[in-house]
C-alpha cells in the first residue's frame, strides 16, 4: 500500500514538474517575442526622432532660400553684395550688405583678439599648472560666463563697458563697435577655454613625463609638446568662438547701435547682419515687401557665414587630429 502511495506521489511530481516547465517555456517565448518587437521598433523609433532634426534644417534652408530668390528678383546680386550703402527705408531703398559684412566682421576680430590669448592662457593653467582641487573650483566658476543670458552681456557693455572706455578715448560714440566687441570676446572665453583645455588633457601624460626626463622646462613641455599635439582641438575652439561671434544678437543690438555705417573706425557706431534681422523683425517690415524680403537674405548670408565656420572646425579637426 505504501509503494502504491508512492507511486502515486512520484506521478503527480512528474506531472507539476511538466507543468512548470512547459509554462517556463511559453513564458520565455512570450518574452521573446516581445523582446524582438521592441529590438525591431527601437531604431525606427530613434530613426524618427534623429530625422526631425534634419527635415527641420532642410525646412530651415527652404525657407530662407524661396524668400531670399524673391528678394534678388527686385535687387541685383551684385548690387546686394557690392554695395556699400544699406538704405532700406525710403522710396529710392538701397541695399547694400557690406556696411553689415564689415561690422560682422569686426565685432568678431575684437571678440577674437579678447576670446583666443585669455581663453588659450586660461586653458594652459588649467590643464598643466592647477592643482586638481584649483581646477575644480575655477574650471564652473569659468563656465558661469557661458550661461549669463546675452542680454545681461549687451546691457553690461551699453551701461558700463562703453562708459568705461569714452573716458580713456574721448572719440568713441555712446554706442559702436569697440565695447560690444571686447563684451562678446568675455563671453566666448569659457568655450575657448574649456575646448582648449579638453583638448590639452587628452595628450598623455607619457609625452609629458618624456620631455621633462629629457631635462625639458614645464613651459618648454606645455609650447613644444603639450599645444602642438593638441592643436587640432584648440584650433577648432578658435573656429567655434568666431562663429558664435558672427552668429551673436543681443550684446550688438544694445550696445552696437543701428547706423548702418561702412567704416573701419572702431569708435562709431555700426551695425551687424544679426542686428539688422533684430530691427527689422522689429519694426514694421510688411510682408511681400523689399524690406521683408532682405530680411531673408541677410539671414542666408549669415546662415553661410556660420555653415562656413563649422566646415572649416570640421577640416581643422580631422586635419590635424593626433590619435593616442
Do not use: C
Amino acid at each position: 500500500m505504501k509503494g502504491v502511495i508512492r507511486v502515486a506521489k512520484s506521478v503527480v511530481r512528474d506531472h507539476d514538474q511538466k507543468l512548470n516547465v512547459r509554462e517556463i517555456i511559453q513564458e520565455k517565448k512570450r518574452t521573446k517575442s516581445i523582446t524582438n518587437t521592441t529590438e525591431k521598433l527601437i531604431p525606427k523609433i530613434l530613426f524618427g526622432i534623429a530625422a526631425i532634426s534634419v527635415f527641420t534644417t532642410i525646412g530651415i534652408v527652404l525657407t530662407l532660400l524661396t524668400e531670399t530668390i524673391a528678394f534678388f528678383r527686385d535687387v541685383p546680386f551684385l548690387d546686394f553684395f557690392t554695395g556699400t550703402k544699406l538704405k532700406p527705408l525710403g522710396e529710392n531703398a538701397v541695399f547694400g550688405v557690406l556696411p553689415l559684412l564689415t561690422g560682422t566682421i569686426i565685432s568678431t576680430i575684437i571678440a577674437m583678439l579678447v576670446a583666443i590669448p585669455v581663453g588659450l592662457m586660461t586653458a594652459i593653467f588649467l590643464s598643466e599648472y592647477a592643482s586638481e582641487k584649483t581646477r575644480r573650483l575655477l574650471k564652473p566658476i569659468l563656465e558661469i560666463l557661458a550661461g549669463i543670458p546675452t542680454i545681461v552681456y549687451g546691457f553690461f557693455a551699453f551701461t558700463f563697458v562703453t562708459p568705461l572706455l569714452r573716458s580713456f578715448i574721448p572719440g568713441l560714440e555712446p554706442t559702436n563697435i569697440l565695447s560690444p566687441g571686447i563684451v562678446m570676446g568675455i563671453m566666448i572665453i569659457p568655450m575657448v577655454a574649456s575646448l582648449s583645455e579638453d583638448a590639452m588633457s587628452s595628450v598623455p601624460n607619457s609625452m609629458r613625463e618624456g620631455a621633462l626626463a629629457l631635462g625639458a622646462t614645464k613651459l618648454e613641455v606645455t609650447w613644444k609638446v603639450v599645444i602642438p599635439a593638441a592643436i587640432s582641438g584648440i584650433i577648432a575652439s578658435f573656429v567655434l568662438g568666431i562663429s558664435r561671434a558672427i552668429g551673436e544678437t543681443m550684446i550688438v543690438a544694445i550696445a552696437s547701435g543701428s547706423s548702418k555705417n561702412f567704416t573701419f573706425d572702431v569708435t562709431q557706431s555700426m551695425q551687424t547682419m544679426t542686428a539688422y534681422i533684430v530691427e527689422v523683425t522689429g519694426g514694421e517690415a510688411a510682408a511681400g515687401t523689399t524690406l521683408y524680403y532682405s530680411l531673408y537674405a541677410v539671414a542666408m548670408t549669415l546662415f553661410v557665414f556660420t555653415l562656413i565656420m563649422n566646415l572649416v572646425a570640421q577640416y581643422i579637426s580631422r586635419k590635424f587630429r593626433e590619435e593616442y
